[in-house]
């Protein structure tokens, strides 16, 4: 028998070293260092290459045959549907709802006439029936298995025609002849994923890989599957709120800009199509700390309602805490208040959240937050019936922002009469039906919101 060298792979992360360590050396993680011999692929030493072709870049390229999964939200976030002989992951947080967003739409294929497959690992086939029963879509011709033998499952789906679309359910759960390393871990996950990869190319099934994410957010063990696969799709959702995110994090056949929104119901996942209404449908109007935002992911408005508290602190060191949005953006507002408005908040705590678990990385939310902090501070209500967007530099000015119109557009369509936008957006259309107010400077916004209400009676000392 040949000599095996061996190796150990950094459960987290996959960094793969010659010794035991207690602490991986790549990522930090403790304790996560386990022996896994190496890929035992083969002809691994003796084998003399084949020979092949090389191809010149004139050479007739195909655009990529997509197929629409009849899903709008998923096919939007995807760029317009799974594309022949692709392979996309999708992870999220469990119990999230990817089993039942892809039986959903392996069954919508299914219907449309498509050969689609769904193999699970995870549940047995009588528990994916009763999914499938459960959200009304026993009639649809899937085929299921419960299968986790990738060799098992490639020779099957050989047979006959090519399926167009084959989830996995998960790729934690599969394993390979090919490595001998135990199902889970860092290698049999990539061997698999390896494995699939290469038949998806070469039959021109597009595959799905479920991916399950750790604690802290990360795609468990296997990183590096990210880099193999073509697209990346991660299912968000908070746990007290019904809507669920869907958003590429890679896709190299599409955008990575835009969000599907759904919602889970009784029977299995909604897609929302108008997400701002949804977003604002549990407002506290009147309420001073409070403004809406109009936002754009990818080529859509969305507009949310961005939530702040500016107390006075019983600490030290006042706490700053964020949800939805950056934690360095808010020090920068913070900051720019301090240091240009004349706005004190050495001894105040502040709080900002995103309402809706929404989670926007756009700088023009600036503007927005900070009306809702000053609003906060204030304690003057802003008008329920202004939105707010633009961008604050450091030195104190309002920056304009991209898509003006269609953030303008939205607002108008969801019944608000004002919008508070840079100085510089003067020039672009806007809508007939809504009060523009220009501004050029972060300290006129502060000035027209001081100038709504009466300040706090006793503020703390300093
Ligand atoms: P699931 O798709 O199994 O999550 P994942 O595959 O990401 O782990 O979804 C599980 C949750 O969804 C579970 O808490 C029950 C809920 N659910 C509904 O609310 N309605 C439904 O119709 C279905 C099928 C599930
Ligand atoms: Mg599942």
Same mark, same amino acid.
């Given at each position: 028998m040949s000599k095996r060298s061996l190796s150990f792979i950094c459960q987290n992360c996959g960094a793969a070293s010659h010794r035991w360590q207690g602490k991986c050396e790549a990522c930090g993680e403790w304790n996560s260092l386990a022996e896994e011999g190496a890929p035992a692929g083969p002809g691994r030493k003796t084998a003399k290459g084949r020979l092949f072709a090389l191809e010149g870049l004139a050479g007739e390229a195909h655009d990529a045959p997509r197929l629409a999964s009849g899903v709008a939200e998923l096919d939007r976030?995807?760029?317009?549907?799974?594309?022949?002989?692709?392979?996309?992951?999708?992870?999220?947080?469990?119990?999230?709802?990817?089993?039942?967003?892809?039986?959903?739409?392996?069954?919508?294929?299914?219907?449309?006439?498509?050969?689609?497959?769904?193999?699970s690992g995870e549940e047995a086939v009588a528990q994916v029936r009763l999914r499938a029963e459960r959200l009304g879509l026993r009639d649809a011709p899937v085929e299921l298995a419960a299968e986790t033998s990738v060799e098992d499952i490639i020779a099957t789906l050989s047979e006959g025609k090519?399926?167009?679309?084959?989830?996995?359910?998960?790729?934690?759960?599969?394993?390979?002849?090919?490595?001998?390393?135990?199902?889970?871990?860092?290698?049999?996950?990539?061997?698999?994923?390896?494995?699939?990869?290469?038949? !998806?190319?070469?039959?021109?099934?597009?595959?799905?890989?479920? $991916?399950?994410?750790?604690?802290?957010?990360?795609? &468990? =063990?296997?990183?590096?599957?990210?880099?193999?696969?073509d697209a990346v799709l991660s299912f968000e959702g908070d746990g007290t709120h019904q809507f669920r995110i869907l958003r590429a994090v890679k896709n190299r056949f599409?955008?990575?800009?835009?969000?599907?929104?759904?919602?889970?119901?009784?029977?299995?996942?909604?897609?929302?199509?108008t997400p701002s209404e949804l977003f604002l449908s549990e407002r506290?109007?009147?309420?001073?700390?409070?403004a809406v935002f109009a936002g754009m992911e990818g080529t859509r408005p969305i507009l949310v309602e961005i939530q702040a508290l500016v107390a006075p602190t019983s600490l030290g060191t006042p706490r700053r805490a964020v949800v939805g949005w950056d934690t360095s953006r808010l020090a920068m507002?913070? !900051?720019?208040?301090?240091?240009?408005?004349?706005?004190?908040? $050495?001894?105040?705590?502040?709080?900002?959240?995103? &309402? =809706?678990?929404?989670?926007?990385?756009?700088p023009a939310a600036d503007l927005a937050a900070a009306a809702a902090l000053v609003s906060s501070l204030a304690n003057s209500p802003l008008p329920a019936d202004a939105v707010y967007f633009g961008e604050v530099s450091l030195s104190g000015a309002i920056r304009p922002v991209s898509h003006t119109a269609s953030r303008l557009k939205e607002s108008a369509k969801l019944g608000f009469a004002r919008a508070v936008l840079p100085e510089a957006a003067r020039s672009e259309a806007g809508d007939p039906s809504l009060k523009a107010s220009h501004v050029g400077?972060?300290?006129?916004?502060?000035?027209?919101?001081?100038?709504?209400?009466?300040?706090?009676?006793?503020?703390p000392k300093a």
């Open positions: 976030v995807t760029g317009g549907g799974f594309v022949r002989g692709s392979v996309l992951l999708m992870a999220g947080d469990p119990g999230i709802g990817k089993s039942t967003l892809l039986i959903q739409a392996t069954a919508a294929l299914a219907r449309a006439g498509h050969r689609a497959v769904y193999i090519t399926p167009r679309l084959i989830v996995i359910d998960s790729i934690q759960t599969m394993w390979t002849d090919m490595v001998e390393s135990a199902p889970g871990t860092v290698t049999q996950v990539r061997g698999s994923a390896q494995a699939l990869i290469r038949y !998806a190319k070469r039959s021109g099934a597009a595959i799905i890989l479920v $991916g399950h994410v750790t604690k802290d957010g990360q795609i &468990a =063990g296997p990183r590096v599957v990210e880099h193999m696969v599409g955008p990575t800009d835009e969000i599907g929104v759904f919602e889970m119901t009784g029977a299995g996942l909604a897609e929302v199509a506290d109007l009147g309420q001073p700390g409070t507002v913070l !900051a720019v208040l301090e240091a240009h408005c004349g706005v004190k908040l $050495g001894g105040y705590d502040v709080y900002l959240n995103v &309402a =809706g678990g929404m989670r926007i990385s756009e400077s972060l300290t006129t916004l502060v000035a027209d919101i001081a100038a709504l209400g009466k300040p706090r009676t006793a503020p």
